[in-house]
């Protein structure tokens, strides 16, 4: 078993699976490395150029009076100009994020000698569930059903540029879709949505890794400064969702933009769709996380007694020997250099009742915040100048 070609104790999410097998077969893969800028590249332009240049032949590329051309319906260029790209990047984050922190269980000695075996099991079986055919039958049933059901009888307002007899007194519908939305439809949001659900499935896959990991026998160190147990180092984690949750935020920030500039929709009327989008995405990527719940707590009740019966007793000897007056007790405790005196054995303590009930911190937050956050500031920016936006956001911050 090589889930990485590197480590035996990492594994990735993304090299072996049904795409990945696809695009190396086609030349965009090579035997060494992911091809993230050529795949971006080439996803992106095969999304994207065929439709600009039809629109740009049939004079709706560019605003015209009384229109609104392709360059209007910033959407539909956020999802194959910047998510489809930034799709891609993510992948190469995730690739490298995981093979690099996911052998660190065993090298910090968390995952003990004894549980490498059960550990050699994990990575395989989600190697596995990885390369399997049926999550990619199921995706691509689900795509089959939506491009189904959402054949268009009339021309939908996004795609009111591509209709193939558009003019300036042109209505949307009047006539039939042209090449430029077809290829929309079917290729460009085909890759889309691709991508998409590829990501989502990859977010199910850690959630079930983190929860077999979970369920070893792990060797935590409730001390640990790191006030994670020593799994303080998967906290780096969360930062390879920044591209997915940028992309995303991208797509729905230039979808309520449209409105806000054509169609006279205030945004402050998009507030409570903002905040809650700005709060869940985020929330979603960490799920997985959730998996370490019930470990760290049940490590962290159970240390804080055992520590507690040793400080404890390490005080009662201490006060006997010295406020009581008591003859000294032989007790090798009172000796042992890894407590020292009463003043350090309290540390251990307070570094137990600190200890988070998921081993993430602020840093592994912030930037997924941020990525879903930054395309909504330049939306608020349509009508607030950009100072008011900024100074607002401190406001919130401090």
């Known amino acids: 078993m090589n889930q990485t070609g590197d480590n035996p104790w990492g594994v990735s999410l993304i090299r072996g699976d049904l795409l990945f097998r696809l695009q190396r077969k086609i030349g965009l893969i090579p035997e060494q490395g992911l091809g993230i ?79 490498l075996d059960r550990l050699r099991s994990v990575l395989g ?21 939506f491009f189904l059901l959402s054949i268009p009888n009339e021309v939908p307002h996004e795609l009111a540029w591509a209709n193939a007899q558009m003019d300036s007194q042109a209505q949307p519908g009047s006539a039939g879709l042209g090449f430029g ?35 070893l026998e792990l060797s935590l160190v409730p001390t640990h400064p790191d006030r994670c147990a020593g799994l303080g180092f998967m906290a780096r984690i969360p930062l390879m969702f920044v591209p997915f949750v940028l992309g995303i935020s991208a797509v729905f920030a230039s979808g309520w933009a449209h409105q806000t500039v054509y169609h006279d929709v205030a945004i402050a009327s998009l507030r409570v769709e903002i905040i809650a ?36 007793r390490h005080g009662r000897l201490v006060r006997e020997k010295w406020i009581d007056g008591k003859p000294a007790v032989d ?28 081993p993430l911190t602020m840093g592994s937050l912030i930037p997924l915040v941020g990525a879903a956050l930054l395309p909504m500031i330049v939306l608020a920016a349509i009508d607030l100048p950009l100072k008011t936006v900024l100074k607002s956001i401190l406001k919130i911050l401090i």
Request: positive net charge.
């Open 37 to 115: 800028v050529r795949r971006a590249l080439f996803w992106s332009l095969l999304a994207w150029l065929p439709i600009a240049v039809w629109a740009l032949l049939q004079g709706c590329f560019l605003p015209v009076a009384g229109g609104e051309p392709l360059l209007a319906h910033f959407g539909i260029n956020a999802r194959l100009l910047l998510a489809v790209p930034l799709f891609i990047i993510g992948e190469g984050m995730m690739h490298s994020t995981l093979t690099t922190l996911l052998p660190r269980l065993v090298s910090s000695g968390i995952v003990p000698p004894a549980q």
């Open 125 to 145: 079986d989600i190697a596995r569930l990885r390369d399997s055919v049926l999550p990619w039958i199921a995706m691509f049933a689900v795509l089959a059903s």
């Open 181 to 215: 939305a077809w290829w929309y439809l079917y290729v460009g949001r085909t890759i889309f949505l691709t991508l998409l659900l590829a990501w989502l499935w990859r977010l199910v896959l850690l959630f079930i890794l983190f929860k077999r990991i979970a369920g």
């Open 277 to 312: 989008f700005v709060v869940i995405l985020p929330l979603l990527c960490v799920a997985p996380f959730v998996s370490f719940l019930g470990l760290m707590l049940r490590t962290k009740k159970q240390a804080m007694l055992d520590y507690g019966d040793l400080i404890g």
């Open 331 to 358: 007790d090798p405790i009172l000796d042992a250099p890894e407590l020292g005196p009463i003043a350090d054995t309290a540390a251990p303590y307070e570094l137990i009742a600190k200890i988070r009930p998921l």
